[in-house]
């Protein structure tokens, strides 16, 4: 068995798991590389089907294209979409300079609001270790307390593929099938699969996005991979940082722990 048979069977495993475990979970899509692959999983798991809400968190700042691409494989697949948008006043009037309020109230909030309202108990998401230091101390499932906080230095242990389910004080758990993943077993995986992915990762006049979000908030890299091949190739030689076009990145990295602490995805 390769690497890509033993992710595989690893995250589906850690969905069906979750799936088991939790009356009332949903998947988050972005619309990016990783939760697409997320969601390939999720059908591949329940074949052809996934059975549960998928979320998507609409700052109303994505690319347009995110949008098309949206709609079009929500159709093909026959997702049961939930969009979800903070309209609150705060939001209308945020400061989008301070990134870390900009994401806490147009990502946080509305996840917090979403899963409010639709009672979520567990929240499938498609974080991956290598991203970025911070996520690299998450667990597969990790849990949240009442104010949706992430205690960063109190993860359950994960022994043996036990997973630890929700507890009286928690809110929800987070679920994290791909977190053994790195950016190139996404790309590898893509390739493999045949899995639609966003045009944007693809170089135009020098230069592509390898880390996707609210378009203000991204820089495309100098790049002049093409396509799925020369992807690969780039990311096999490269040593620039996936997320280094990402605003909030490039944050001092306490910023980042923050936002995680408070809920961000």
Known sequence: MNRLDELENRSIYIIREAYSQFENKAALWSMGKDSTVLL????????????FPVIHID?????????????????LWNLNLVVTKNTSTAAKKINHTDKLSCC??????ALKQVISRHNFDAI?????????????KERHFSPR?????????????????????????????????????TELDIWQ????????????????????????GCAPCCEPMESDARNIDEII???????????QGRAQDKEAAHAMQQLRALGYM
């Open 233 to 243: 190739l780039e990311l096999r030689n490269t040593k620039i940082a996936e997320r």
């Open 189 to 212: 995986y893509i390739k493999r699969e045949n899995i639609p992915t966003i045009e944007l990762y693809f170089s135009k006049q020098g230069k592509r996005y390898r880390s996707i």
């Open 124 to 136: 499938m998401l498609a974080i991956r270790r290598d991203e970025h230091g911070i996520r690299a």
């Open 40 to 51: 390939a999983l999720c059908r591949k798991a329940f074949p052809g089907i996934i059975p």
């Open 145 to 181: 307390d009442n104010n949706f906080r992430w205690n960063y230095q109190d993860q359950p242990p994960e022994l043996w593929d036990f997973f630890e389910s929700k507890t009286e004080q928690n809110t929800h758990i987070r679920i994290h099938p791909l977190l053994d993943w």
């Open 59 to 75: 700052t109303g700042r994505k690319f347009e294209c995110m949008y098309a691409f949206r709609e079009k494989w929500t159709k």
């Open 104 to 109: 806490s109230l147009l990502k946080t909030e």
